[in-house]
């Protein structure tokens, strides 16, 4: 049997709630309560869910952005929660994430080449100067960015490019996993789609698995191999892509499902979904 | 029938430095009471701006003022003053944006935000504004709704947020409501809702929809008639069906090949090759011939005329493969 890249066991992540003149305890958030996944190499693990469900605190708990409040989390079979430091900084590299807003998440007194080019240094990848700059060079056409563009500035970039340079400075590390948390849910449809195939791409030329996150059900559905629904901190069901897009089990699921908007006006669903 | 608000060759020019360039360019077309019209197209081509300028609160500077005409009842509204306008917006055309975080005022309770519209437009004080408030709130199926008057924007949900800001619209009982990306803003199943909610009371108070989106999904289960825009123009107009089954234009069609489909196989997405041209760099002739995959001669040079296709006398796209 395999060994899953990722695996998470009961974990969970709940955040205080304070209350009252000093600050007292009053209760938690369950935003992660008891998940448990594998993501195997070389698969995409997709999570659905609405707002709140706890989709993108469980991709960052996953990955140790944040602290999970308990439960084991496994990185190929190796404790990810009781690593050393040195390890970890190690670790760190192979695990990637893309946010959703590519605008917010470069810095935006940084030059492209400094955004992809700077956490080379850090992780040791490139000893001179001439190393970094060819690595980034071959980055950039990777993502199919022309290399002159490497000392302009995020704002210079269209949403779309921004996205890529995103992609690019986390494949940069060559990484095992990334966490693609709403990669795509801020561009627009052929753009978005640009984004898809370069992310299919990317994943077959440099053997990553993904962890998906999204609530975009149609992006989720051509994209996964396996996806996870959540609802309120918990997973509702999880399996196969195509077995949960064609056979849901649970009521919620089902829900989820129907309220995709329809993709041709003759399949218009009128029946009026309750408030949740 | 007669259109409720009729657009004619709206040309909206924006001012950056010294340069002109036109955000909307020579726009037309029709509203119809009971019917929803949908704008399509992707960010910066032209869509929103188009709202902005039939409701005339376009950011000024950089825009200019729009040309062509907005006929709502007999009346130019490009040609009204400010004061007139004033009656008009928000009473008989209802607005609401994309984002309901920042459309609504974070210091004042939702209830003295919609009391405010009463009182504007209404001519309703006191105890008659608020109950006026709260029957807004109950139309759009808010439960409780005297009690979630005194609440703050940030105390409701983003798909509460958004059907305040629908009953906000909806409270003058307008003829024309205009949705600035209604749901693009919430997930699916509060889309679902909020569209839902958005048929409903169009089917009850039979006002027209101008609904604007990027999503092909809201298209097919919102519109009558489909406008899709590029880099400021249209390029192809028509009715739901026209646009679904007969799509004609290749930005169109590029634009259904983009979308992951649910039923559809795990084959290869087809985006549109390269990126939209920025403001300013438009090239001559169809703007997306630098694009697109059937481009010839004639198509660099020249205005390319609107042809009217054979599917449905109000089927034209704007493409000498019509011809």
Known sequence: ?276 | MDPILSVKNLTTPLRIGRDVFNVVDNLSFDLHLGKTLALVGESGCGKSLTALSIMRILPDPPCLLPRGAVIYKGQNLLDLSERAMRKIRGARIGMIFQDPTTSLNPVFTIGAQLIEVAELHLNLYGEEAISRAVQALNEVGIVNSEQRLSDYPHQLSGGMRQRVMIAMALMCEPDILIADEPTTALDVTIQAQVLDLMKELQARKGMAILLITHDMGVVAEMADDVIVMYASQAVERGGVYDIFDQMTHPYTMGLFASRPLLKKSKEKLIPIQGTVPAIGQYPKGCRFNTRCPYVMPKCLEGDIPAFSLKTSEKHFANCWLCQ
Do not use: W
């Open chain 1, 1 to 276: 049997m395999t060994i899953p890249l990722l695996e998470a066991v009961a974990l969970q992540k709940y955040f205080p709630i304070y209350s009252g003149l000093f600050r007292r305890h009053v209760g938690e958030v369950k935003a992660v309560d008891g998940v448990d996944f594998k993501l195997y190499e070389g698969q995409v693990l997709g999570i659905v869910g609405e707002s709140g469900s706890g989709k993108s605190t469980l991709g960052r708990a996953a990955i140790r952005l944040i602290e999970p409040t308990s439960g084991k989390l496994y990185y190929r079979g190796q404790n990810f929660l009781t690593i050393e430091k040195n390890q970890l900084k190690q670790m760190r590299r192979q695990i990637q994430i893309i946010f959703q807003d590519p605008c917010a998440s470069l810095n935006p007194r940084k030059t492209i080449f400094q955004s992809i080019g700077d956490a080379l240094v850090y992780h040791e990848l490139v000893k001179s100067e001439e190393e970094q700059q060819a690595y980034v060079v071959e980055i950039l056409k990777k993502i199919g960015l022309s290399p002159d563009s490497m000392h302009r500035y995020p704002h210079q970039f269209s949403g779309g490019q921004q996205q890529r340079i995103c992609i690019g400075r986390a494949i940069a590390m060559n990484p095992k996993l990334v966490v693609c948390d709403e990669a795509v849910s801020a561009l627009d449809v052929s753009v978005q789609a640009q984004i898809l195939n370069l992310l299919v791409e990317l994943k077959e030329i440099m053997g990553l698995s993904y962890l998906f996150i999204s609530h975009n059900l149609s992006v989720v559905r051509y994209i996964c191999d396996h996806v996870l629904v959540m609802h309120r901190g918990k997973v509702v069901e999880q399996g196969i892509v195509e077995k949960i897009f064609n056979e849901p089990q649970e009521p919620y699921t089902k829900k989820l499902l129907s309220a995709i908007p329809p993709d041709h006006p003759r399949k218009r669903h009128l029946a009026a979904i309750s408030v949740i």
